[in-house]
Every structure is written in structure tokens, then in C-alpha cells.
């Protein structure tokens, strides 16, 4: 027995010990998935390429330390990634996983985020699935009172609007990104909402309002290094500039805006600017120079494309849609497997349960019994006791008695030869006298054998007084 508990106690230590390593290496790991994440999310608006390679390095250490929370945003962000990178297929495959992830461990905030960059994945394509996200992910953020998702939803929004030429509404829902950003002061989501304000009031034909807000937006993108928002200002300026025939700080404001959305490697902003520049020479009536940045659009038709775009990433939802379930038959099998497997191990595990109860319910009875027959047997020996101490009082009592007659005969002995000493000897001495005399002839011999004879008689009854005297306790010899 105290073996085994020696086993158990060895076993717990080492497992705590185990466990408490894992616990160490897996906060460690969870630290560092954190701060990759962090590292590829700020890196979005400034080198999209550097935020796909910074979430894959969290990924792969997130799935081998089995860090859900992790894993998902991993995927998030390298799918923002990849929606800045112009790569939809890839996106929303992230996004997609992302979802999953966040759905199996109810972290319904996250689930938010991944709702809205869907959301913005289908705002060039589908005005439809872009708001039914945006809204979804709306709803949740209002939940739970995210002032920051409110706000990057409400811009997003807007951009639905915008799109759809409703220029006002989407004013609306950009002023309310921007006064929600200002009370918490995100500068980053800030210059987005300046751009977007400046593009409305442009396509209203407020030139100097546009032309200050996308000023102030551009300033601010270049203060902290991010080049997206830059070459999209500048997209934007340019636009304005052209429109009031100012060619030269409009070539001079795409030559810049081009620099930088080659830096962000965006084939899409690239694209863009080959037709801006295509508008300014044509504006400029140099015809020859529109003609070769028109050859240098690949785009195709926006319709065919936006068309092709979305139905692409519908077969790709779907398909994760058909993979999901298939995993989910799978891990219903799996876990009816499990359960049976469990069924049967607790079956034995109770059995032997049982075994070890019948055993200790055996022993205990043993015990009771045991201890039962220690009880009468201790019962009896005090019985014992008890009558060995009555006899033992009782032999006392006898030798006290017998001790107390030996003492009273002795005494009556002692008074005996007393008595003999003074009561007998005097008789004797008189038998003596008499023997002496007749020897002598002094005294007549009838009258000496009589005064001999009441001599003995005498002496016979003191003797017989002296039997009496020692068989009677009552009376003393005095």
C-alpha cells in the first residue's frame, strides 16, 4: 500500500512539473503569436507583403502550440493581407478559416472583424453581400459597445455608398467614423476617414474642401509611414487637380502616388493610376501619350470583372461551406468513435470500481467482525479480571481471618504457659514437698497420699479449665 502511494505521489509531481513546463513554453509561444499578429496588422497600409509573411510566422507557432485564439487571427490578418495585396482568392480563404476558428471558441468580437473584412472584400463587386456583412458585423460591435469596429464599420459602410453614388449617405456615415475615431483618438482610422470625406465633397464638386481634408489625410499617412492611404490621397488629388486644370501639380502629385503604391506592391493602384494618367494627357490634348497609357490597362471590363470577382469568392465560400461539413461529419464520427471508446472505458473502469468497493465493503465487514469478537474477548478477560479480583479479595479476607485465630491462639498459649508458670507449677512443688517429706518420714503417709492426691486433682483441673479456656475465645485465662 505504501508503495503505490509513493507511485501516485511520484506520478502527480512529475505531471505537475510536466504540465507546469508546458504551461511556460505555451504562455511563451501565446506572446509571441500576439506580437507577430500586432507586427503584420500595423505593417497592413505600409508593406502588405511584410503583414502575409509576419501572420503565416504567427500562424505556424499558434497551430503548433494549439492556440485557437491565435490561429484565427492569424489568418485575419494575413487575409487583410492578401486584401491589400489584390489577392481575393486568398482572402477570403483566410477569412474563412479565421471565422471558424473564432466560431468554435464564441469569441463573437473577432467574429465581428472577420464579418467586416468580408465586408470589404465584396465592396468591389457585390454592394449587396458587402452591406449584409457590414451590417452583420454591425450588429455585434453595437453589442458589445466596440466603440473602434463601430467606427471602422461605419467608414466601410460609407464606402458601400459612396460606390453606389449615394454621396450623401455615405457623408453621413463617414462623419460619424470620424467623430467616433477623434473621441478615441485612432489616428490611423482618422486619415482614412479625412480620405473618404475629401472623396465625397470631390464628387460633390467642393474642390476646397475635398482638397484640404485629402491634404490633411495625406500629411498625416506620410507622418507615420503609410504608404496605402499616401497613394490613395494621391489617386484622389490627382482627380481634383485635373478637374481644375492644374496638370502640373496633378503630374507631379501621380508621379509621387505611383512611387508609393509600387511600394506596396498594389497592381490594382498601379492600374488605377495608368488611367489617371491616361486622363491627364488627354486633358492636356496629348493624344499620343493617352493612347499608350490607355494600351497599358490590362484591367478588363469592370462589369465582366466585378461579375467574375464575386462569383469567384461565392464558389470559394461555398466550397469552404462543403469542406466545413465534411469536417464536421468527420468529427462526428470521430467523436461517436470517442464516445464508445469512453463508454467502454468507463464500463471498466466502473467495474472495477465496483470490485474495489465489494473489496473494501469485504474488509470492512472483516473488520467489524474482527473487531467484535476483540470486544467480547476483551469483555470476557475483564469478566475474568473481575472474578480473579473477587477470589483474590476473598483469600485475602480468609488469611486475614486465619491470621487473626493463629494471633488469638498464640495468645491464648502464651496465657497457657502462663497459666502452667503460676497455676500448675504450684501444685507440682507442693507433690514435691510431700514426696520429700514422707522420704523423710515427717508426714503421715495416708494423709500425705491424700493431700498428693488433691495435688493431682488439682492439677487435672486446672488442666481441664485450661482445654476449656483455649477452645472458647470468649474467655481470657485471667
Excluded at 8 to 17: E, Q, Y
Excluded at 72 to 93: C, D, K, M, T
Excluded at 188 to 195: D, E, K, T, Y
Excluded at 423 to 433: E, N, V
Aim: with cysteine.
Amino acid at each position: 500500500m505504501n508503495r503505490i502511494f509513493t507511485l501516485l505521489i511520484f506520478f502527480f509531481v512529475c505531471s505537475t512539473v510536466y504540465a507546469k513546463g508546458n504551461v511556460d513554453v505555451t504562455a511563451q509561444d501565446t506572446n509571441e503569436v500576439i506580437k507577430l499578429n500586432k507586427q503584420a496588422y500595423d505593417n497592413r497600409l505600409t508593406s502588405p507583403d511584410q503583414t502575409v509573411s509576419y501572420a503565416s510566422k504567427a500562424l505556424a507557432i499558434a497551430e503548433k502550440a494549439g492556440y485557437d485564439k491565435g490561429i484565427g487571427e492569424a489568418y485575419r490578418v494575413r487575409g487583410i493581407g492578401n486584401y491589400y495585396l489584390n489577392q481575393a482568392s486568398a482572402a477570403i480563404h483566410d477569412y474563412l478559416q479565421a471565422l471558424s476558428y473564432f466560431s468554435k471558441i464564441k469569441d463573437l468580437r473577432s467574429e465581428a472583424k472577420v464579418y467586416n473584412n468580408i465586408g470589404n472584400l465584396y465592396l468591389d463587386n457585390n454592394y449587396a453581400n458587402s452591406l449584409e456583412y457590414l451590417k452583420k458585423a454591425l450588429v455585434i460591435a453595437e453589442k458589445l459597445a466596440d466603440k473602434q469596429l463601430i467606427g471602422s464599420l461605419y467608414l466601410n459602410i460609407g464606402n458601400v455608398y459612396y460606390r453606389k453614388k449615394s454621396f450623401y449617405q455615405a457623408l453621413t456615415y463617414y462623419d460619424k467614423g470620424n467623430e467616433i475615431f477623434s473621441s478615441i483618438k485612432d489616428s490611423v482610422n482618422l486619415i482614412q476617414a479625412l480620405q473618404n470625406r475629401g472623396v465625397i465633397y470631390f464628387n460633390l464638386n467642393q474642390y476646397d474642401i475635398a482638397e484640404k481634408l485629402l491634404l490633411a489625410a495625406n500629411k498625416a499617412a506620410k507622418e507615420r509611414d503609410l504608404n496605402k492611404p499616401v497613394a490613395s490621397t494621391n489617386l484622389t488629388l490627382a482627380s481634383l487637380y485635373i478637374a481644375q486644370k492644374r496638370f502640373d501639380d496633378a503630374e507631379k502629385i501621380v508621379r509621387e502616388g505611383q512611387a508609393y503604391s509600387k511600394a506596396v506592391k498594389d497592381e490594382k493602384l498601379e492600374s488605377d493610376y495608368n488611367y489617371t494618367i491616361y486622363q491627364l494627357e488627354a486633358k492636356r490634348k496629348n493624344y499620343e501619350r493617352a493612347l499608350y497609357y490607355l494600351q497599358m490597362i490590362f484591367r478588363q471590363d469592370s462589369t465582366i470583372y466585378t461579375s467574375n470577382e464575386s462569383t469567384q469568392i461565392s464558389m470559394l465560400q461555398e466550397q469552404f461551406k462543403q469542406q466545413a461539413r465534411q469536417r464536421e461529419n468527420e468529427l462526428i464520427i470521430q467523436r461517436q468513435q470517442n464516445d464508445r471508446i469512453k463508454f467502454w472505458a468507463v464500463t471498466i473502469v466502473a467495474g472495477l470500481l465496483l470490485v474495489v468497493i465489494a473489496l473494501l465493503i469485504s474488509n470492512v465487514k472483516r473488520k467489524t467482525v474482527t473487531n467484535t469478537k476483540l470486544t467480547e474477548l476483551n469483555e470476557e478477560v475483564s469478566r475474568q479480571k473481575d472474578n480473579l479480583d473477587r477470589v483474590n479479595h476473598h483469600l485475602e479476607e480468609i488469611i486475614d481471618e486465619r491470621t487473626k485465630d493463629l494471633q488469638i491462639k498464640n495468645k491464648k498459649l502464651s496465657e497457657y504457659s502462663s497459666y502452667l508458670s503460676h497455676q500448675i507449677r504450684g501444685p507440682i512443688a507442693t507433690l514435691r514437698g510431700l514426696m520429700n517429706l514422707e522420704k523423710e518420714g515427717l508426714v503421715d503417709e495416708k494423709e500425705c497420699i491424700n493431700m498428693m492426691d488433691k495435688c493431682v486433682s488439682d492439677i487435672d483441673q486446672k488442666i481441664i479449665e485450661m482445654s476449656e479456656m483455649l477452645n472458647d475465645t470468649s474467655k481470657n485465662v485471667f
